[in-house]
């Protein structure tokens, strides 16, 4: 059974750094790319970033401007997002994915972790 496990949220102040993590099991976790994305209650998901499978590659939206960003480590079959200067606006659910590099374009990966609240309070 494949589980994506995400962990690290919480209520943090404008300016602080959070860092998230996605503990995967039940699958070849070094064969998959992953991606991270998050949904602010009301609105639609939104991709945030993704990593390729060995770690060497990254891929960003505009909208991040170097304040987020992602590693992995395949000897603990985790990926990390980390976060900086978080705002008011980045309060939402955060979410890992494991697929294929270029699965953000059209958000068809594999699995899905449950998800991981974080409120940044002004």
């Known amino acids: 059974q494949v589980q994506l496990v995400e962990s690290g949220g919480g209520l943090v102040q404008a300016g602080d750094s959070l860092r998230l993590s996605c503990a995967a099991s039940g699958l070849a976790f070094s064969s998959y790319s992953m991606g991270w994305f998050r949904q602010a209650p009301g609105k639609e998901r939104e991709f945030i970033g993704a990593i390729n499978e060995n770690g060497g590659g990254t891929y960003y939206p505009v909208f991040v401007k170097g304040r987020f960003s992602l590693s992995r480590d395949n000897a603990k ?27 953000w374009l059209d958000g068809r990966y594999d699995y899905w972790g449950q998800g991981t609240q974080v409120t940044v309070s002004s």
């Open 77 to 103: 079959n985790t990926a990390y997002l980390q976060m900086n200067s978080l705002k008011p606006e980045d309060t939402a659910v955060y979410y890992c994915a494991a697929g294929t590099w270029g699965s």
